[in-house]
């Protein structure tokens, strides 16, 4: 068994566990261009319910970079679950037999910590419905790290759809184990669950929210922009009400301190001007190269 069993949330992590997770991506940065065999052998099924392009494609490179070999669904309605009704139990049951480790995006919150009640294989939490998203806070952390050379001491904004972005869920989490400063800014109806920012401030870390974008510039090290998260609203009128309205656009890029960088987990609607990718704080297609390394991190803690 290797040094990781499951990965479902962030909040089973310690501090010593991400940094060493973090450490080995470093490590992992040669062998993502040179490839290596640490995982002949090993197969990987990746079960997706929802859409997905980086995460599902950038485990698969993971694990192929490694010497591993992939199979599994990027829909529901292809796979037994969506079409003819069979139950998640049963599909892991089922898929545990053909692989060695699961990676699973289901739309409902808890479906990874179930998925990992029902199988022996070790199973990685991919996006559980509005509630976490793990290996995507761990790039996160890892591309802050690496474009700022370290993560305690900085100021970081949360920006955008704070009520159902898992991504900021779970990079919240994890940054109530580092020593920060957090600027919260989304629109009313879409601000952080209270539990969560209790949670942050209980670990000292020092939180501030606002209603605007501009607000949440001026001190930031780094501004993680989010997208409004459509598919989660129960009613359509309500994402009318807020769409279009935080966006980041080149004239905004004048408030941020000179070495600010932006991060999104992609992908973007209209939040990012297209305008601001040439600018040289414009760091979230970077972000994504750190999501195969963080994942050969991972599955090697894993499986190696
Ligand atoms: C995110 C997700 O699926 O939660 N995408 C990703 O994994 N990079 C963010 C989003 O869909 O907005």
Request: net charge negative; with cysteine; glycine share 6%.
């Amino acid at each position: 068994m290797g040094v990781l069993h499951n990965l479902i949330s962030i909040q089973d992590l310690t501090r010593d566990t991400i940094d060493m997770i973090l450490d080995h991506a470093r490590d992992m940065e040669p062998l993502a261009v040179k490839r290596s065999k640490v995982l002949d052998g090993k197969i990987m099924a990746c079960l997706f319910f929802e859409p997905s392009t980086r995460t599902r494609l950038s485990f698969e490179s993971a694990m192929l970079r490694l010497g591993g070999s992939v199979l599994g669904f990027a829909e529901a309605g292809v796979s037994s679950a969506g079409g003819k009704g069979e139950t998640l139990a049963d599909t892991i049951r089922t898929v545990e037999r053909y692989a060695d480790v699961i990676v699973i995006r289901h739309p409902l919150d808890g479906s990874a910590r179930v998925a990992a009640e029902f199988a022996t294989c070790p199973v990685v939490n991919a996006g559980s419905g509005a509630e976490e998203h793990p290996t995507q806070a761990l790039l996160d952390l890892y591309s802050i790290r690496r474009m700022k050379g370290c993560i305690d001491g900085l100021t970081i904004s949360l920006c955008g759809d704070l009520k159902f972005g898992r991504t900021v869920h779970s990079l919240a989490m994890a940054l109530t184990m580092y020593d920060v400063d957090m600027i919260l800014a989304a629109p009313k109806q879409l601000r952080m669950k209270p539990s969560i920012i209790a949670e942050m401030e209980k670990a000292g870390v020092r939180v501030r929210q606002v209603n605007h974008i501009e607000d949440a510039l001026q001190d930031a090290d780094v501004v993680y922009m989010t997208r409004i998260q459509k598919e989660r609203f129960p009613d359509i009128r309500e994402y009318n009400a807020v769409r279009g309205h935080f966006r980041l656009r080149r004239e905004d890029l004048e408030l941020l301190k000179k070495d600010a960088i932006i991060l999104h987990p992609l992908p973007r609607v209209d939040e990012l001007d297209p305008d601001i990718d040439d600018s040289p704080h414009a760091k979230y297609f970077e972000q994504v190269e750190a999501g195969v390394v963080t994942r050969m991190a991972i599955l090697d803690l894993i499986l190696g």
